[in-house]
């Protein structure tokens, strides 16, 4: 956890850059006091980080249960939803004792590659109109993953009607911004300068570029509403007092149970997508136990919901930018939840100096890199039945929502799958080992990415300095999935446990070149 302890400290300052406006925003969304969504970040952070055994996947309050956490306020007040909260934490941890968690190893890649870049999609179009100055209503909608609301009108109409309400000043700290983020991508000494992130300059020189404009008393100054909003407490016993505790005369409410019920099952479903999606972007390629991330959700989810905060899922955004950022291990997300608690401490009023724009322009090249072209070119390669699937989902998450849309993704893959699985049946053969012995595995006829789970756990419990033989001799179809699973494994898993691989009676076509191994026909 500590090898990398200053890249990871780094990282966190960029993702807690990140989340400070998100706690903030999705709690008002969700019609929450800010400083609830203060309270789960910074358990998000440093509780489900550290109980967590992923290396790269950062936890926080979710754009995803707006809807459900509002409606739930609404109906039950805030210190009764609280303890909706908390069983929703205690049904998420029995969840992970009955080992629920393996549901994630069956979504395929297509699925997931479609999640991810239809995320990048919606982060763009939202993030747009507040790079030029619309700031709608409140900080919610300004980092709302939900893709429109019944008042828009169509994917472009916010987008458009926003330019009604340009700022000038805005805009060129959008741009400055980009710029700088733009050039610590494809320069390469800047590239090379982990320790002094793009987003963190970016930061800087905004709240510089802004306090010129005060100064000289220019009309291009970015007025406080457009700055990040931070709850100021003006001493240690009023910054105690935002912490409450819930309604426990609230257990004979059928509502509270539902409500709990809801939140368990949405945000564990959430989680494990971002688990799954998480792992595929790691450049480590290192796998994360599904079970021990309900158990760290369902405790952070408790302990949130007992001293006044919001729900919290595993969450993408954040995710992804503790990857671009360099995080190399769980480190980063604890660092960002002690960065979260320090601030909203130590410097409340200097944070909120910060523009927004610098942080929309952090989110949209973050969505930049999740929807790149690249993504649809490598999915178009994979063939028809990674690309359908892909495009579906994409096109399903912006079109109606996350879970909706990666439903009918699933349900796509599935008829392809089907499809090829009529005929053969799956056959998987594990022998017996201990370290040091040779394993042979034997694929079956057909190998689909319901398959994937099996082999999956049966790779990552082979002991350390064996001999591996991976046999294909019987095999008529590999698929994608699989491939991509074995491959990781040869060249990671593999290695990090000094296993020795054979790959023998494998097609041409299922021939892995960029793979360290050797194959034996």
């Keep these: 956890m500590f090898s990398s302890i200053k890249t990871d400290a780094l990282a966190g300052l960029v993702v807690f850059l990140v989340a400070l406006p998100l706690c903030l925003g999705i709690a008002v969304a969700s019609g929450a006091p800010p400083f609830a969504g203060i ?3 910074v358990i998000g952070g440093i509780v489900v980080g550290f109980l967590s055994n992923s290396n790269v996947s950062v936890s926080g309050p979710a754009a995803g249960l707006i809807a459900i956490v509002l409606a739930a ?56 109109p507040h790079a030029i100055g619309y700031d709608k209503e409140h900080e919610g909608d300004f980092y709302s993953y939900e893709l429109i609301d019944k008042a828009d009108q169509g994917f472009f109409g916010e987008l458009i ?8 000043g805005i805009i060129l700290v959008t741009l400055i911004s980009l710029v700088i983020l733009i050039a610590f991508n494809k320069i390469a000494f800047l590239k090379k300068m982990k320790t002094i992130p793009g987003a963190l300059i970016v930061v800087l020189v905004g709240v510089l570029i802004n306090e010129i404009f005060r100064v000289t008393h220019s009309s291009l100054l970015i007025s406080d509403e457009h700055l990040v909003k931070l709850p100021m407490a003006s001493s240690f016993s009023e910054f105690v007092g935002q912490f409450r505790i819930p309604n426990f005369s609230g257990f004979s409410n059928p509502t509270v149970w539902v409500t709990a019920a809801t939140i368990a099952a949405v945000a564990s479903i959430e989680t494990l ?16 136990s599904a079970n021990t991330e309900l158990k760290a959700q369902g405790i952070g989810n408790i302990l949130a919901g007992l001293i006044w905060g919001i729900p919290m899922t595993s969450v993408i955004v954040r995710t992804s930018a503790n990857i671009n950022a360099g995080g190399k291990t ?23 100096k910060i523009p927004m724009a610098c942080l929309a322009a952090i989110l949209i090249m973050i969505g930049l890199k999740l929807a790149s072209p690249k993504v649809f070119m490598h999915m178009w390669q994979a063939g028809k039945f990674q690309f359908i699937p892909f495009i579906v989902t994409v096109v399903a998450v912006v079109g109606i929502d996350l879970l909706k849309g990666v439903g009918i993704g699933l349900l796509v893959s599935i008829f392809y799958i089907l499809r090829g699985n009529m005929k053969l049946a799956y056959f998987f053969k594990k022998k017996e080992h201990e370290t040091g012995e040779t394993i042979h595995i034997d694929l079956a006829q057909e190998v689909s990415f319901l398959n994937k789970a099996a082999i999956k756990q049966t790779l990552s419990h082979l002991p350390r300095n064996c001999k591996v033989i991976i046999n ?24 990090d446990k000094n296993i020795e691989v054979q790959l023998t009676n494998f097609k041409e076509a299922y021939k892995m070149e960029d793979a360290h191994h050797v194959y034996s026909d």
């Design 330 to 352: 769980k480190l980063s997300a604890v660092a960002h939840g002690l960065f979260l608690l320090l601030a909203v401490v130590l410097i409340p009023g200097l944070l909120n």
């Design 39 to 41: 309270i789960t970040g």
């Design 161 to 168: 009607h926003s330019f009604n309400y340009a700022h000038m």
């Design 273 to 288: 997508l971002c688990i799954e999606a998480g792992d595929k972007m790691d450049p480590l390629k290192r796998y994360s």
């Design 73 to 128: 306020v609404t109906n039950l007040g805030y210190e009764t939803f609280l303890l909706s909260v908390v069983l929703a934490g205690t049904f998420q941890l029995i969840l992970g004792f009955a080992k629920a968690g393996t549901i994630s190893s069956y979504f395929p890649s297509g699925v997931i590659e479609g999640m991810l870049t239809a995320i990048g999609i919606i982060i763009i179009k939202k993030e747009l």
């Design 472 to 495: 294909a001799q019987n095999t008529v179809y590999i698929d994608y999935d699989v491939l991509e699973l074995i491959r990781d494994f040869v060249n990671f898993g593999a290695k």
